[in-house]
């Protein structure tokens, strides 16, 4: 069973917070356990090994962190579905996805939007959120009703086409108050932009799914 973020002792949640800043930042490769040691004040070089045993194990307790909160938001929305018989692909990518701005501070929803990005590079047997399942019920329920509905993509094009969803969404909420520069002409709000940041993500989940290629996107060659 995970631990929660308030279990952890505070040098190990100064850890974990330099650890999603960094990496988000950075990249899982581009920040050493000494300089993570370093922004969370610790002068023991070996902070990390004692707390979690080591990077990957950081890097677990990062991911699972913020879960709980965006979970116990997921599971309502979940249960308002499901009252409503409304288990439609936008109702439920919007469970899973929204609760990222509805639930998190802006800051803590930038931070982990871009360690969730770096996070995704990582092999899957690697892969943090696999080992997360016991904490995360309502993600795991949203994810199969969105399997069953997008059924005709086939297992390896739905999972290919969530990441890429995903990807949109994490990327575009990642520049709210950075790039992001709000207009008359353009976005009026940070609202606006996100719900437009959720509809590119959900063209990306239910376009058309070919098994014939563009001919625009072939090589001469047919390679």
Known sequence: MARLFQEYPKTARKLMLAAERLYGQHGLDGVSLRQLATAAGQANNYVVQHHFGSKLGLIQAVSEMRLPAMESHRQTLLDAARAENDFSVA????????????????????????????????????????????????????????????SHLGPDVFRRRLALSASVFLNGISELGGKLKLSPTGYVSNDQYCSDVFEAALAVLTSPFSTTPRADFCKPDGG
């Open 91 to 150: 109702r439920m990518l919007s469970c899973l996805f929204s609760p990222l701005v509805t639930v998190l501070e802006a800051q803590d929803m930038k931070d982990y939007a871009r360690f969730t990005l770096a996070v995704m590079h990582l092999d899957p047997e690697q892969h943090p959120f696999v080992r997360s399942t016991d904490i995360s019920p309502a993600s795991t329920e949203i994810r199969s009703k969105l399997n069953e509905s997008l």
